[in-house]
C-alpha cells in the first residue's frame, strides 16, 4: 500500500492538456472557481497568494479583479503556463512539503487554494505555515474533493485516511490523499484556523450547457467538491 503522494510533479506530463480542460470545463469554470472567488469577496489591492497555482486560471481572474498575485506549483511547466498568461503575477516553482520560506510572516492577505491539498504529504506543516504568512484580519479559501464522493467511488472504511492511485478520463494517472472531512476541519483548527464557513458548491447555471448530465448530478449529489474559508483564530498566537 502507498502511504505517500511525493513531490514529483504529477501534471507536468499533462500540463498543457489540463489547461485546455480546467479553462472553460464544468468542474473548474462552472463549479470550484465561482465557489471559491465567492469567498475570497474584494480582492482589490489586496496581496493573494495562490497555492498550487497550476497554469494560472485562478491568478488571472484575481489580477483582473485588481489583486496583487504570488503563486507556487511543483510543475515547472504550470508554472511556465501561469507566468505566459499572467505576466502581473509572481510566480514559483515550490514543493508543497517544503516551508514557504520566500513568504515573510504576515505579509499576505488571502491564500486562495483549490483543489490540491490531497497531493500534499506534509498538511500539517504547511497548513502551519499558511497561518504564519496570513495578516491579521486575513483568511484561506480551501477547495477539496467532497470526502463523500471520495468514499463513494473508493468504498472502504471512510475514516481511514490513505493514498489512493487512479487513472482519469484523460489517461491521466494521479496520486492522492483521501481522507474524512474530520481530519481536515481538525488539522485547520490545529494550525491555528477557525472555520467561517464551509459551503458544498452547485455548479453555475451556464456549467449545465456544457456537460448536462455532470451539471445535473453536481447539483443533486455530495459527489464533487467542499469549498472552506478559515480564518486565522484571534485567540491564538
Known sequence: MVDR?????????????????????????????????????????????????????YAGELVA??????????????IELARQRVPAGEFHVHDL?????????????LVVFALAFEYVDQRAQLLHELRRVLRPGGALVLSIPHPTGDW??????????????????????????????????????EAGFLIERMIEPRPVPAGADVDTERYQRLSAEPTGFLAIKAIPDPRRT
Do not use: K
Not at 469577496?41 to 497555492?51: K, P, Q, S
Not at 489512493?164 to 474524512?180: D, F, L, M, Q, T
Open 5 to 57: 503522494v511525493g513531490s514529483d510533479p504529477q501534471y507536468d506530463v499533462f500540463a498543457d492538456e489540463f489547461l485546455e480542460h480546467a479553462r472553460d470545463g464544468l468542474y473548474n469554470a462552472h463549479y470550484d472557481r465561482p465557489a471559491c472567488l465567492e469567498l475570497l469577496g474584494d480582492v482589490g489591492g489586496r496581496t493573494v497568494v495562490d497555492v498550487a497555482c497550476g497554469p494560472g486560471l
Open 97 to 109: 512539503n517544503e516551508r514557504l520560506g520566500w513568504l515573510a510572516d504576515a505579509s499576505v492577505d
Open 152 to 189: 463513494l467511488r473508493q468504498g472502504g472504511n471512510y475514516f481511514q485516511t490513505r493514498v489512493i492511485e487512479e487513472v482519469w478520463s484523460g489517461g491521466w494517472a494521479v496520486r492522492y490523499w483521501i481522507a474524512p472531512l474530520e481530519r481536515t476541519c481538525e488539522e485547520l483548527h
Open 65 to 78: 479583479r485588481g489583486a496583487r498575485v504570488i503563486g507556487c506549483d511543483v510543475s515547472p511547466r504550470m
